[in-house]
């Protein structure tokens, strides 16, 4: 639901073909609206103004990237987009309260099948370049950024668990260790 909880962010992935579909349902009226290249990962900004989408790390069938939607028109804005020299690998990509847009990302010329990217903490700015906010990368289950951009909560899995649960540490944005937080987990909200 949007942050006002008059919209229903809806999508669909599929295994094949273009990926999936995102679309945006008025709850007053039932209008839908399609939004463009709609996959994979998608999150409301807080004040609901815009759909930020992560193309996500899984390189088969996913159209790689990220964008920021408009949730009344369907139209989207390139934010980062791989071309002839890198592949940007994108995932957990989320607008905090500071109007910024956080994720965990990668940049490669030979991104990898398997879903074996090690990927590092990232703000992207509006005009969609990358500012690392750490210098580790992790292979990841999954993330969740804190509102207030101050770090996430991380689940760092192994080649041989990827698409299981993962090993959870909080990661502060301002440097300084990770904290283990000594549980597994996934799915994390």
């Known amino acids: 639901f949007s942050p006002d ?8 992935y599929f295994p094949v073909g273009d990926g999936g579909f995102l679309a945006v349902k008025q709850l007053a009226d039932g209008t839908v609206t399609q939004i463009e290249r709609g996959c994979c990962e998608a999150a409301w900004s807080p004040d609901g103004a815009a759909v930020i989408i992560a193309g ?4 088969q069938d996913a159209v790689l990237g990220l ?18 020299s890198q592949t ?17 990302a990668t940049f490669t010329s030979s991104p990898s099948i398997e879903n ?3 990927l590092a903490p990232q703000r992207v700015r509006a ?6 906010l750490r210098s580790e990368s992790y292979l990841l289950a999954d ?4 509102e207030d951009a101050s770090g996430a909560v991380i689940a760092e899995t192994t080649s041989e668990d990827r698409y299981t649960s993962g ?14 937080l000594g549980i597994r987990g996934r799915l994390l909200r």
Not at 94 to 103: E, F, S
């Open 127 to 132: 005009d969609g370049t990358a500012e690392p």
């Open 67 to 84: 964008w920021r939607a408009d949730p009344r028109t369907g139209a989207i804005e390139s934010l980062l987009e791989a071309d002839d």
């Open 143 to 146: 993330a969740l950024w804190a």
């Open 116 to 118: 074996l990217d090690r």
């Open 167 to 180: 090993a959870l540490a909080w990661l502060p944005t301002a440097g300084g260790a990770a904290t283990p």
């Open 88 to 104: 940007p690998l994108v995932t957990a990509a989320r607008q905090l309260a500071d109007g910024q847009i956080y994720a965990f």
């Open 56 to 59: 996500s790390t899984i390189v």
């Open 5 to 12: 909880g008059s919209r229903l962010l809806m999508g669909g």
